[in-house]
């Protein structure tokens, strides 16, 4: 029999994580303080993170150790599987060999508690008895619940409203892990109740909700900030999937000719991407691509320049690729790509070609997820169709040129919780988004101005 | 580092299921024609179901070989992972080593499409063009859905209107894997106009939903119908849960004490049990339990009787452990075991003393998958939190008598489309029924009488 699935035994979960700014050409740019334009200092950063974290986001360390305490819970569904799409590869008729590694068999359904678990472990180790994070579908917010409760840490999520309304089955998920989940904005800061003195019945936005957890995490001493995305110790933690991606695709006999991931904050991108980043810098042929959407195309449309992680411009600037703080995406399934800016690591690799990025249309993406739900039965969350599409357009020019292609995707997460996404598809209610040329321009007018 | 996870290569997916009819103490008792009384013929049954199927129906060869084409769909996810329950131990306290068989990997995210593959694949075999099905809450429909897809079948699935109504997101996915997805009562069957022309506004039941279905297969050549529980060759195909479990278990260097698994239709249970039934033929000492709703008690206050399968009394008469097929159970949130019969070869099994059964509250059960998720983090489905209740309780005891256990369940699904009844149970709007012993008592008088 043709073997679909390549499997690592636990005592293979990888014992270190891999660090891109050992291989990065440059040195990262510095990150600064929203309200000075300084340099951020350790001692600014220390309210919201633990030590071992903050040491983690500046390290220029190639391999950093994961804690046993740490595996011991990844053990609980990792190794992730690297599939051979076989049945995929048919329906393509493609002489390509599509391989893809699914994050889908986390408890939380996704990618995300390969760093929420880490993050609540050093915030255990640090005395941190509660964290305060924020949520938009509910991805990262479920992952954090989940992280928490394994190492008995309290935990808010602050949801956006319209979410907790709409997507009841993730907020559920929290609470049956322990989490308490607020929708935002909520009267519980000054940030929230700001917002419901203009707007009573205001339905939140992410920004929003990251400005009330960070206020909740500044207020209290007992209480750190923790964030599923961007960052460098996000990124970093992600890296076990490629890592132990290489190690199944050498039990398949391959290696990859491209490597093809989602890109919204940067996290499961940098998750399969960064490993091979490392042999690209040692001399091996290897594309390394980031699939976008099209109505929010940070890395392919955006300028690479120093601005706001957030909107309400409270998060530090940083050196990314962005459309601006003042962008605001139109509202596709895909919720968890709808960020103006992008992981500065990952900006950074895009600068220096390292990473090539593309963007797709939202109907082709669901297209792509509808042929693998029906060849490889696994239903993709929309987030994780971004990668399928990416791959299928490889397959299919391998086909065209009568070449062979060893492609790898990450498939980030399962869709069970976002059916609604498919019926939305399938009742022909979605749309493409034209390229918003003119919004992107007057958003990029109100970078801030860096002098460095 | 303590392994948490056993492991199988697709390689080790058995070759065979095991037919516990060849284990029986003594033959099963005949199937009757619901209209004649009259032992049922291969011809009845052809109309119904490919000839493979039947053949497997009433075989009493001990060892059935799986086709290689059902083996490569099963690749997809199997073998499922075996747990060591680590973490829920020591919530526990208990010395008993408790592992855990857990079936939510499937595509589907039950045990379901076990069966569905094999029976699609026999049709296919057999030329039939298209499946009618019929499903309650979705988990049936959905794994029907994804193996006609496999295999290119047609398939529509007579969902009833309630759960169409009220779980959209199992509705999404039938139709996501290519099925035809129809509130029943429809206007598409004679069984559905008569019910629609009393009362236009019926909500639809089971029995409705199977009327409807079996009426679509008979009335059409190109079509056949496909059950998912309660029958031999259901009951069969499910056995390679517990012969994969057989050799995970060995590598962790244990044997079980007891088998636990929850019981509705029975086909998870006689999934995970019926290869021990084989061990304990051949000498071993082991118990195998079967987990019920006290308020759907069949097995243990039922009667071992000959009864119709279904209310309308249009399937076939067997002897089984029944509550009386004018049982209506009350709704409790673990959909899947709301069934007023059994499995008849479970129900042999219980009738001469090798398998048990008990009855546990639901609220006992979504406190247990509760500790369950915080602590092994896999959400269950409300049918799977039977077996985990059970298994705590054996636990308890263990740590009670102060005595070494080894303690096996079937974790049958994940519950990320139940999330409501997690909802339901955190509001405290769940309630304990009393076992109706009137209802029983009145429905017990009307048993068929059977003259054989």
């Known amino acids: 029999m ?126 941190t008895k509660r964290i305060a994070t924020e949520t938009g579908a509910g991805q990262w917010g479920s992952s954090m619940a989940l992280a928490c409760q394994m190492f008995g840490l309290e935990c808010t999520v602050y949801m956006v409203k319209v979410s907790f309304q709409q997507k009841p089955y993730r907020k559920s998920m929290m609470q049956l892990w322990g989490a308490e989940v607020v929708p935002s904005p909520s009267p519980r800061t000054a940030a929230g109740r700001a917002i419901l003195a203009q707007d009573p019945e205001s339905q939140g936005s992410l920004g929003i909700a990251i400005s009330e957890a960070v206020e909740d995490a500044v207020s209290r001493e007992d209480t750190r900030y923790a964030l599923g995305s961007v960052l460098n110790h996000v990124c970093l933690h992600q890296t076990i999937i490629g890592l132990e991606a290489k190690e199944q695709l050498a039990l398949a006999g391959d ?6 991931a989602a890109h919204g904050g940067g996290s499961n991108f940098a998750g399969v991407g960064f490993p091979f980043v490392a042999d690209k810098a040692a001399g091996k042929q290897v594309r390394i691509v980031a699939v976008e959407p099209t109505s929010c195309p940070t890395l392919t449309k955006g300028v690479y320049a120093f601005d706001y992680g957030d909107t309400a411009r409270m998060a530090p600037i940083t050196k990314m690729y962005t459309l601006g703080h003042d962008f605001m995406p139109p509202g596709i399934h895909a919720g968890g790509l709808r960020y103006h800016g992008a992981s500065p690591l990952v900006s950074q690799l895009v600068h220096h070609g390292i990473v090539e990025a593309r963007a797709v249309g939202q109907l082709a993406c669901f297209e792509a997820a509808t042929l693998f739900a029906r060849t490889e039965a696994i239903i993709p969350a929309p987030e994780s169709s971004h990668a399928i599409r990416g791959a299928v357009d490889e397959a299919l020019q391998a086909k065209e040129e009568g070449k062979e292609r060893v492609i790898l995707f ?43």
């Open 2 to 127: 043709q073997q679909t699935k390549f499997l690592l035994g636990e005592d293979r979960i990888p014992t270190h994580w891999y660090n891109v700014v050992a291989d990065l050409p440059a040195p990262p740019a510095p990150v600064l303080h929203p309200g000075t334009g300084a340099p951020v200092t350790p001692a600014d950063m220390l309210p919201l993170f633990p030590p071992a974290v903050l040491e983690q986001e500046m390290s220029g360390e190639r391999w950093i150790p994961i804690p046993e305490e740490v595996r011991r819970i990844y053990a609980l569904w990792r190794p992730s599987p690297l599939f051979r799409a076989r049945r995929l590869e048919a329906a393509l008729g493609t002489p390509a060999r599509i391989y893809y590694k699914y994050e889908g068999v986390s408890p939380a359904g996704s990618h995300k508690p390969n760093t929420a678990v880490p993050q609540a472990y050093y915030n255990k180790l640090a005395g």
């Open 255 to 260: 290696y990859p000719d491209v490597i093809i």
């Open 410 to 452: 990450n498939l980030s997460g399962h869709g069970h919780v976002d059916m609604a996404a498919y019926d939305a598809y399938f009742a022909g209610q979605l749309e493409d988004f034209e390229y918003p040329a003119e919004k992107v321009e007057a958003s990029l007018a109100n970078l801030p101005k860096v002098k460095l």
